[in-house]
């Protein structure tokens, strides 16, 4: 089976341009905010092949509830925005949605009819150009707060943008999502499914899982906390944080003391509570 690289996170944010200007101060470069056509709206962090999607409700006329055997993106982060904020969606790159999602039939996962959209991007010299995507999601009943799917992403030419992709704290890639559950255990065939069962390990009671490109993380709660000690919240079975390895943790250091954002930094990492990081918390880490 071949692994899914990670593509990108949906950051739920609730005020879109707080966050953009908060991640601004990060030391990242946002995307111009865009629209989609299901009432949400986001602004993009674009690293070396993923990124980070901050995302909004910016139409909530346009929100409609999921039909039978179909997922509601916009419905979905809308109603986890009414619970709070942070990572609501891990997403994987995919070359063709609709094989996966019928490789996820056959593995037995549980997923939905493939969806396609279109939306109006805007590139660094201000032209507008339309980007699409093809969509298949896949949930599980024990992580009502933590949804998966595969984007392919079409005419990628539009899209990726060397501009977008330089960042004054020197960020190059996602590395990894951490997930708080109960028992790591009960989730190794989910995952296996998804992603391979030769890329899932278990060390104690907690799951790494390969991607190809960065690896999911899953802890049971008390891990969770210990890797996160700045985030006495973290009870839930969700996502819980991501690691972003930076090319210079001394300029990103600068860079977050120059913007006063509060954080904490060690030799080999920076760690920003998601307190202070719309609800997920964040850590930076040297490149190797």
Known sequence: MVQRPIDHLVHCVGDLEAARAFHQRL???TTPPARHPFGTGNSLIQLDGN???LLA????GAIRPAASGQFSFGHYNAEFLERGRGLSMLVFASNDARRDHADFVARGLQTYAPFDFSRKAKLPDGSEVTVSFSLAFVTHPDLPQAVFFVCQLHAPQYFWKPEYQRHANTAAVIDAVVM???DPGTLADFFGKLQGERNVTRDGRALTVETGRGRILVLDRAEARARFPDDAGVSAQHFV???????DLDAAERVLRDGRVPHHAEKNYIRIAAADNFGAALELVVRS
């Open 27 to 29: 030391g990242f470069t």
């Open 51 to 53: 990124f980070v999607e």
């Open 57 to 60: 409700v910016a139409d909530p």
């Open 180 to 182: 708080s559950v109960d």
């Open 241 to 247: 944080g991501y690691r972003i390895l930076v090319r």
